[in-house]
């Protein structure tokens, strides 16, 4: 798969794809049924823009970049799927042009991007924490990071370098992203350091390597909150396309009428002028010898 964070994927080609489309009816059952969940939720006046009805969409199948072959469907029929934008998994962010999400147990795991633009904030409330640990905390752990109280944070929907979108949570519901990260102090670094150190040293299993390289970056950086870099998880499930066929309407379009006697191909209409010039000749020729006789 093209790395997303290069901000370079491959240009699609128009080609035949192997296998076949699906049946243009059970696409048209499936469509119906999910328009019909999704107007339940919309006014009928927003159906034309959020909900419209299918008569307006052109089939196309796609190849990824991971080999698999998916079908798809856009509001018309000269833009081809690699120019446009799809969304995530469900109603996700969009992701860059040309890309399309299609999961695989084998992908690698979450890389982390640079973080390059800040957009919408949103704030949410949590009960306290229970007392109990969660099983993948031990007793020690969760007493540092626990909430013994109801608190409210701020998250941040982050751009990533890859041009996904993740969230993030600011250091405290005051924070801004004019205001930078805040570091932590000097002396807490140097312990965290050396607590790492003793950590990886008697557990070299205990992070996997990219959580351990981040891990170095932050603690050299000073430890930034929020830190400037996150994990995109959405990286790994990101296909690029790089091959499409077009399907066809997926309400067919009403063709030119054909005409009742449409006319002969050209190679017909050469044979029949050959038969016809052979068939002139020959009665030039009986009529040639007809007048002979009477003249005799």
């Known amino acids: 798969m093209t790395d997303p964070a290069v901000g370079v994927r491959p240009s699609a080609v128009a ?13 048209l059952r499936e469509y119906e049924e999910f328009n019909s969940d999704r107007r339940r939720g919309i006014p009928s006046v927003l159906w034309p823009f959020f909900a419209p ?33 799809w969304r995530g998994l469900g109603d996700g962010e969009l992701l860059p042009p040309g890309q399309v999400y299609c999961r695989h147990d084998d992908s690698a795991d979450a890389p982390y991007r640079d973080i390059i633009e800040w957009g919408e904030r949103r704030e949410v409330s949590f009960p306290a924490d229970p007392v109990e640990p969660p099983e993948w905390a031990d007793a020690d752990r969760w007493a540092m990071i626990r909430h013994h109280e109801a608190h409210t944070s701020a ?108 006319p002969p191909a050209r190679v017909v209409l050469e044979r029949r002028l050959r038969r016809a010039e052979a068939e002139a000749e020959r009665l030039r020729a009986q009529l040639a010898g007809h007048e002979e006789r009477q003249d005799a």
């Open 155 to 262: 998250f941040w929907k982050v751009t990533l370098a890859c041009g996904h979108v993740e969230e993030v949570v600011a250091p405290n519901l005051d924070w801004k992203p004019d205001d930078g990260p805040r570091l932590a102090a000097a002396t807490r670094v140097k312990q965290m350091i050396e607590e790492f150190e003793q950590a990886w040293a008697s557990d070299p299993m205990l992070q996997p390597e990219a959580e351990g390289e981040h891990t170095r970056r932050m603690l050299a950086a000073g430890w930034p909150s929020p830190m400037p870099e996150r994990s995109c998880h959405t990286c790994p499930h990101a296909r690029a396309i790089v091959a499409y066929q077009r399907v066809g309407w997926l309400i067919p379009r009403n063709e030119a009428p054909k005409p009742e006697n449409p």
């Open 15 to 27: 080609r035949r794809l192997p296998g076949r489309a699906k049946r243009r009816v059970d696409v």
């Open 53 to 85: 009805d299918p008569d307006g969409y052109y089939r196309w199948q796609v190849q990824l970049d991971c080999a698999c072959i998916k079908e798809m469907l856009t509001p018309d029929d000269y833009t081809p799927p690699s120019e446009r934008q």
